[in-house]
C-alpha cells in the first residue's frame, strides 16, 4: 500500500516537474533572440568590466528590444558636452583610455573586432567605470583568418584600410581610438572642417595622419601615444595589450583597471559635485539661467 502511494506520489511529482520544464523551454523559444536571424550577431554574456553587460533581447511583432546596462552619466561626447566642453584632461583622459583598452583587448582575446568605437559608444558611470557598447557589431572572426571585408561602423572614425575596403584587423579599432583621443582632448573632431565622404575618404587615405595640436601644453608622451595609434600603416599600430602598458598611461598611474577606475571616480565626483552646486547656485540666483548660456 505504502509502495503504491509512493510511486503514485513519485510519477505525479516527475510529470509536474516535466510538464513545467515544458512550459519553460515553450516560453524560452518564444523570447529566443535566434527566432530571428538578424539577431545572431548579438553579443553572448561576457565577463569584463570594460564592456557593458547585455542582458537579453527580445523580438516582437517586428521589433527587436535589446537589453543592457545602464550607465548613468551617458556616453563621451555627452559628458564633455555637459562638463568638459573645453576638452577632457589628461590624467582623466589617460583613464578612460586604459578601460577602453582594456576591453578592446577583451574583444581580441575572444576574437571580435569592436567595429564602432566612436565617444558616443564610451559609456560612464558614476562609479568611474568606462564602459565600450554597440560592440554586438563587432564580427566573431575565424581564429585563423582574422580579417575583414564588410562595411560595418561609422565612417566618421573607420581607418584609412576600412575606407580603402582592404582587409582590417584589431589595429583598426585602436585607428579610432586615436582619433576620439584627439577629439576628447580638444572637444574637436580631427576632421571636422571636411563635408564630403570623398573629400574626408581622400584626405584620410592620403594626407598625413592627424596630430594633437603642436604647442597646446599637451604632454610628450601623449602626443606619441596618440602618433602611434595613428600610423597609416596598420601593422605599425600597437595592439591594445601592449598600449596598455605603455609610458603615458603610466604617468597618469593607470596601470590597472583598479587604478584607472578609481582616478574616473575622483573626476567624476568632482564633476558631479561642481555640477549640483552650480545648479543650485543657479537656482538660489532664482534666474533661469539663461543668462549664463554661452
Ligand atoms: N547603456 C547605455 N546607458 C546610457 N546611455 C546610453 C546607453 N547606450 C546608449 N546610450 C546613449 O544613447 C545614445 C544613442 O545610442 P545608439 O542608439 O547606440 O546610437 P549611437 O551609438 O550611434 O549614438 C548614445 O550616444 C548614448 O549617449
Ligand atoms: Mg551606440
Redesign the pocket.
Known amino acids: 500500500m505504502t509502495l503504491t502511494l509512493f510511486f503514485q506520489f513519485f510519477f505525479q511529482f516527475f510529470f509536474q516537474i516535466f510538464f513545467q520544464l515544458v512550459f519553460f523551454v515553450m516560453l524560452l523559444c518564444y523570447f529566443n533572440p535566434l527566432h530571428c536571424n538578424a539577431l545572431h550577431f548579438l553579443p553572448t554574456q561576457c565577463d569584463c568590466h570594460a564592456l ?1 553587460k547585455f542582458h537579453g533581447c527580445f523580438y516582437r511583432e517586428g521589433k527587436i528590444s535589446v537589453a ?5 552619466l ?2 563621451l ?2 559628458v564633455m558636452d555637459r562638463f568638459a566642453p573645453q576638452g577632457i584632461r589628461e590624467p582623466e583622459l589617460a583613464a578612460i583610455t586604459f578601460q577602453c583598452l582594456w576591453g578592446l583587448a577583451y574583444l581580441k582575446h575572444e576574437h571580435r573586432l569592436h567595429r564602432d568605437i ?1 565617444p ?2 564610451i ?1 560612464l558611470n558614476s562609479d568611474g567605470r568606462v564602459k565600450l ?2 560592440f554586438g557589431i563587432s564580427k566573431e572572426l575565424e581564429n585563423s583568418i582574422g580579417k575583414c571585408m564588410t562595411i560595418v561602423g ?1 565612417f566618421k572614425y573607420m581607418s584609412p584600410e576600412r575606407i580603402l575596403a582592404e582587409k582590417y584587423s584589431y589595429s583598426s579599432d585602436i585607428w579610432s581610438m586615436g582619433l576620439v583621443l584627439i577629439e576628447c582632448a580638444t572637444n574637436a573632431y580631427p576632421y571636422s572642417g571636411i563635408h564630403s565622404m570623398i573629400e574626408m575618404a581622400q584626405t584620410v587615405t592620403e594626407a598625413a595622419p592627424p596630430t594633437l595640436p603642436p604647442q597646446s601644453g599637451f604632454t610628450e608622451q601623449f602626443h606619441e601615444f596618440v602618433d602611434m595609434c595613428l600610423k597609416k600603416d596598420p601593422s605599425e599600430r600597437p595592439v591594445a595589450t601592449k598600449l596598455l602598458g605603455n609610458e603615458w598611461l603610466k604617468s597618469h598611474q593607470c596601470s590597472t583597471m583598479k587604478s584607472a577606475t578609481n582616478q574616473c571616480k575622483g573626476w567624476v565626483d568632482e564633476l558631479l559635485g561642481v555640477n549640483q552646486q552650480n545648479e543650485s547656485g543657479d537656482g538660489g540666483g532664482g534666474g533661469s539661467g539663461g543668462s549664463k548660456k554661452k
Open positions: 557593458v543592457i546596462e545602464y550607465m548613468n551617458g556616453s561626447d555627452q566612436k558616443q559608444n559609456l557598447t554597440d561609422t
